[in-house]
């Protein structure tokens, strides 16, 4: 049976389903499919599939060209229609996976997204999970729920894990270009999923077991956490001390090993380091281990929005005004530089914060123009010197490239900058950072 998959697969003849089309799985689907596969991209979102039967995409690293070019191409449509999974050799998921609570994994769209693989499951298909999770989930979650459909695991389907490392915005690393780790709950599956992805992928690594491929993404990823809380408490440290963080963290990136730089911020956003070792932190404790650095840095970032008011409210104290009584601009409300994507953007905390501390705040980013979120529904303003100057403090909380920081400088009453965007500026006068 897997002889039959094997070539499919390798002849590129295996037609490829991807189910959940975001950020994960839009630019994967297309990398199989200009990978010379077929492939289908599977969405429950009505909006998202029209987007992109139109040719239009919705993930800035996806330029609408590629996206036409593969459609035009008939290698790539997109769908709500499931039934479509009947005629597919190989099903990949990538669905989202958040928190319900603040420490406790939300996985009903992996559940959802298996039960309806279940239902179209054909004899030979090889399922893999891309999504994000604590490990054991393809073992204790989608193998028993695949198997409910009468068709055997090693035998009649074959199971995979392969964590996705997509970093949104990054112009060096397309998804091809990052090497791929695959974890099969049998050696077969395993070797399948080699096989599938090191068409289109440079380079893969096998790990013996779908946990070791689960547990991987999430020792980098807590990794990510652990250094950016442990980065902010420094930054906080360095404030009290009098210390410049920033020239600390430049001189000590000289150290050709031993160092890896991370920089201080609002804290964690987006879909993945604010969650995913939040996954593991749950896992650990069914096992009775609770894991003390996740926890004491997902405090940390997360208290950081309030410690950027704190230090607005004493900075503004110093020049007789009061938070309730000034006027604050947020620059930048995504929650990673020159990324559209404002999930679990500290940026909208901070602007919460000041709002219920009664500020008058406004916001300025060039990706998003106006803000509907939460509580939040706001539009941005027309960045020019004169709506600049209006403002008591200027806050760069998201670093964005198209901004015209000199600009922002000179116009502005005073700023701070809590993400080094002014570290060369030798007159500090205006300047307060992080
Ligand atoms: N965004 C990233 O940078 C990134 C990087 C690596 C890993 N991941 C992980 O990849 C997974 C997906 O993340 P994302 O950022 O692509 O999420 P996303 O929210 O951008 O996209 C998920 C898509 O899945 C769709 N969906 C939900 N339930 C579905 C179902 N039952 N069937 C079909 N489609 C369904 C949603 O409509 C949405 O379009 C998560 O586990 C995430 O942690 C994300």
Request: with cysteine; glycine share 6%; net charge positive.
């Amino acid at each position: 049976m897997s002889t039959d998959l094997k070539q499919k697969i390798s002849s590129k003849k295996a037609r490829v389903a991807v189910v959940g089309l975001g950020y994960v799985g839009l630019p994967l689907a297309l990398s199989f499919a200009e990978g010379g596969f077929h492939v289908v991209g599977l969405d429950t979102d009505q909006d998202r599939v029209n987007l992109l039967t139109q040719g239009k995409s919705y993930i800035t690293d996806v330029p609408d060209h590629e996206l036409r070019k593969l459609i035009q191409k008939k290698r790539f449509s997109a769908t709500t229609q499931f039934d479509v999974l009947a005629n597919s050799d190989v099903i990949i998921i990538c669905v989202p996976t958040p928190l319900k609570r603040k420490y406790t994994p939300d996985i009903s769209f992996i559940v959802g997204a298996v039960r309806t693989v279940k239902e179209f499951l054909k004899k030979g298909t090889l399922v893999i999970l891309e999504s994000t999770t604590y490990p054991g989930t393809t073992k204790e979650l989608i193998l028993p729920e695949l198997e409910k459909s009468g068709l055997k695991n090693g035998k009649d389907f074959y199971l995979a894990f392969s964590p996705e490392r997509i970093d949104p915005g990054n112009k060096k690393y397309h998804v091809t270009e990052i090497p791929k780790v695959v974890g099969g709950l049998t050696p077969e599956a395993g070797e399948l999923t080699q096989t599938l992805y090191g068409s289109v992928i440079k380079n893969v690594h096998l790990v013996s077991s779908a946990e070791a491929a689960e547990m991987t993404k999430l020792l980098e990823n807590s990794f990510r956490i652990i250094n950016i809380g442990w980065i902010n408490e420094v930054a906080i440290m360095c404030q009290k001390l009098g210390i410049d963080v920033w020239e600390v963290i430049d001189a000590a990136k000289t150290k050709p090993f031993g160092f890896m730089p991370f920089y201080p911020g609002l804290g964690v956003g987006g879909h993945c380091i604010p969650e995913d070792p939040l996954y593991l932190y749950w896992k650990a404790k069914q096992y009775g281990f609770s894991s003390k650095y996740i926890k004491l840095s997902a405090d940390i970032n997360s208290q950081m929005p309030s410690y950027v008011v704190m230090r607005l409210g004493e900075i503004l104290k110093k020049h007789k005004k009061s938070l309730k009584a000034a006027r604050i601009l947020v620059m930048g409300v995504t929650y990673k530089k020159d990324v559209k994507d404002l999930r679990k953007s500290p940026s909208l905390k901070l602007i919460e914060l000041l709002k219920e501390a009664k500020t008058k705040v406004d916001y300025y980013d060039p990706l998003i123009p106006y803000l509907k979120i939460g509580g939040l529904q706001m539009q941005r303003i027309d960045l020019t010197p004169r709506t600049v100057a209006k403002y008591d403090a200027v806050v760069i909380a998201t670093d964005h490239s198209e901004v015209e920081y000199p600009m922002v400088l000179k116009a502005a009453r005073f700023i701070f900058d809590a993400r080094n965007v002014y570290g060369q500026v030798k007159d500090r006068k205006k300047i307060v950072k992080l």
